[in-house]
């Protein structure tokens, strides 16, 4: 028990001054990234906005549920077919958050590795929608249901100006954004997955999942695995983490980062019900297919550069001083502790709200 507990210390310390650069990182894009600049790149038809879609939705930082909204908005301010579900993919499967915390816990090379196959799984899926779905690629999804243009303005009320923040206005409220609502979104799934790493760590022998923890059908079982569950890129990292301590492969285990924080059951009814039917298959065959080709392309590249996966995995606590990991670790404690107080406030049967 005490080995289970200081693996979930070291873990914690490993991970935390990555966590906080990464939720800092993302309140400034938060408040310095527009949707309208969003929407003027994603519009229109061909190869170019998917590229685009892939790279603007890599660094944000939203999860496989959060991310909806915003696809939603971005198709219906004109955003082609293609080009929204190239978002939908790479958005959750990558964010400046989960790279750090991914350099600190799984090493440079998986660092590197994973958000460029998220890269390559978004264009992949994008493509295969603009071939089998983008025939009526000039007619975004209606408004919801309720809309009308009779608003105060076009019926001739004319609304208050509203005044625009001022830059450090603007700038605390995206860091505000990043240390609340997106430490909120991912902080269980991240603290379930440290404890599974540190089990793995302390309870499992290091070569007990080798003998089946590489090739096509390992690969194939954990994104089964991934497909249905609801989990963020950055609290999958120490869950792969510790699957990479137990003997997985590090190829196998990229499939689990792609599937994973891709797909859920609402990111898939969503795709059915906003792009259709073909678009689904285009989205399911783009992550499942890349994340297959890239697992067997990691496992190959491991191999022939003879790379020592577990052993970065291990080493990550030399990456800072101690001193910044401690305060790093206070801090999340404290927005941890924020979060529980929140929620035992919050009414029998209602969450509390949050703006994506």
């Known amino acids: 028990m005490m080995s289970f507990v200081e693996s979930m210390v070291m873990l914690s310390l490993e991970a935390a001054p990555w ?5 800092l990182i993302a309140g400034l894009i938060k408040a310095w990234v527009p949707m309208t600049w969003m929407q003027r790149h994603l519009g229109g038809k061909g190869v170019v906005p998917i590229f685009k879609a892939a790279l603007i939705g890599a660094p944000l930082p939203l999860c496989s549920c959060s991310v909806i909204p915003v696809t939603l908005e971005l198709r219906r301010s004109g955003a082609s077919r293609a080009a929204s579900t190239s978002f939908l993919v790479s958005t959750p499967e990558t964010g400046v958050d989960s790279i750090s915390v991914s350099y600190a816990l799984l090493g440079p090379f998986m660092a590197v590795i994973r ?38 303005t076009c019926c001739g009320s004319v609304p208050k100006p509203v005044e625009k923040p001022g830059f450090w206005k603007k700038t605390l409220d995206g860091i505000r954004y990043g240390f609340t609502d997106v430490w909120d979104d991912m902080v269980l799934w991240l603290l379930m997955g440290i404890v599974f790493a540190a089990a793995v760590d302390a309870f499992v022998p290091a070569d007990f999942l080798q003998q089946w923890g590489s090739g096509p059908l390992a690969m194939l079982v954990m994104m089964l695995v991934g497909v249905p569950m609801y989990i963020c890129a950055t609290a999958s990292t120490p869950i792969a983490a510790g699957l990479l301590l137990a003997g997985v492969s590090p190829g196998t285990v990229l499939v689990f980062l792609l ?34 080709g890239m697992g067997l392309l990691t496992d190959y590249l ?12 291990m080493d990550g606590h030399d990456l800072v001083p101690a001193l910044i990991s401690y305060t790093s670790a206070g801090l999340l404690a404290l927005l941890t502790l924020r979060f529980a107080a929140q929620k035992l406030r919050a009414p029998t049967g209602r969450e509390p709200a949050h703006t994506h």
Do not use: F, H
């Not at 966590?19 to 939720?23: I, N, S, Y």
């Not at 019900?273 to 065959?285: D, H, I």
């Open 19 to 23: 966590l906080v650069l990464g939720l």
């Open 302 to 313: 491991v191999a022939q550069w003879n790379l020592d996966i577990q052993a970065a995995v």
């Open 259 to 292: 599937a994973g924080p891709a797909t859920n059951m609402a990111t898939l009814g969503l795709v059915r019900q906003e792009l259709g039917s073909r678009a689904l298959l285009a989205y399911l065959l783009g992550i499942g297919v890349t994340a297959m």
């Open 115 to 152: 958000p460029l196959a998220a890269l390559a799984s978004a264009v992949v899926a994008g493509l295969l929608t603009l071939l089998w779905a983008g025939k009526d690629e000039d007619k975004p999804a209606a408004a919801p249901a309720g809309s009308s243009c009779c608003t105060k």
